[in-house]
């Protein structure tokens, strides 16, 4: 056997191995590697050509590569991003390949769904009936949505049109919303590909009823978002961010919506998750948290390991193995 699973525990590899043992019965019997392994089963690894993988991946240095997988040509993540473990691969001229594309699908999907909910005052409403008492609850609610523009005739900013960006801008053409983008690497044929209209990033914060943050995540883009920015928003807004928590000022963040009660933010990641038990994220009701949880789960699983293993398959052929 030539193939194998690398992972920090063998139980996050289950679900991966089962499926290929169901997908390609040829792979049956596949070995699942941990980093505690390697060094005492250098016998069984030195002669694997092609690493599966998923969330988790042990971060290995160009060391301890050479020595467990010397023969190793490709890795298949059936997953997002690869930077945290692949530049010393890389660097051995391991071909690595990505679910980055499939992993980006329920992440626009629960962005467009936040958006919506948003401009109908849904978040703020939601949490007002809850807290209130029983007709003074129902009436703070309804009067918090009605504070809000509905979707008719909306606005969405998008800043960044990368593969998450241009599925949430593709997913809202259904919509009778206008979209403004902000992404100075993109040229004007993809923003007009997409349906939308290039605007400055101020510009986006200040003109639109929702603004999605999927800014790549690199020293430049670290702190970009900050007080200014959020101060700056419409008084009925939301800011959503399911891209990188390290991107956001937090405490500037957190100072805006206070000065600004009726603006809401949906945060899906923070700067450390979770936040610090005292984070100001934590002490303004306008600020709503959850776990991480825009990316690939439950069933939506199936479509990363789908895709690692189409392409395995089209990596084989290309080279005129079978499987």
Known sequence: MDSAILIDRAENATSLLHYLERAAPKLAGMRVFTQHDLASDLAATGSIRYLFGTWNMPNLSEQEIES????????????GDTSYFSQPFAAR????FAA???NSIPVAEFVVAQALLANK???QAHDAY??????????????????KPGNFGATIGIIGLGTIGSLVADRLKPFEISVLVHDPFIDAGAVAAAGAVRAGLEEIFEKADVVTNHLPDTEATRGMLGYSHFAAMKAHATFINTGRGQQVDEKGLAKAMRECPTKTALLDVTRREPPDPHSPLYRARNIFLSPHIAGSQGQEVERLYEAALRQFREHVACRGSAE
Do not use: D, H, K, T
């Open 68 to 79: 467990s997988f010397p023969a190793v040509e490709a890795i298949f993540y059936a997953a």
């Open 100 to 102: 980055q594309y499939e």
């Open 130 to 147: 809850r807290r209130g008492f029983w007709r003074f609850g129902f009436n703070r609610a309804r009067a918090l949505s009605r504070q």
């Open 93 to 96: 001229g391991v071909e690595i």
């Open 121 to 123: 005052g849904y978040f």
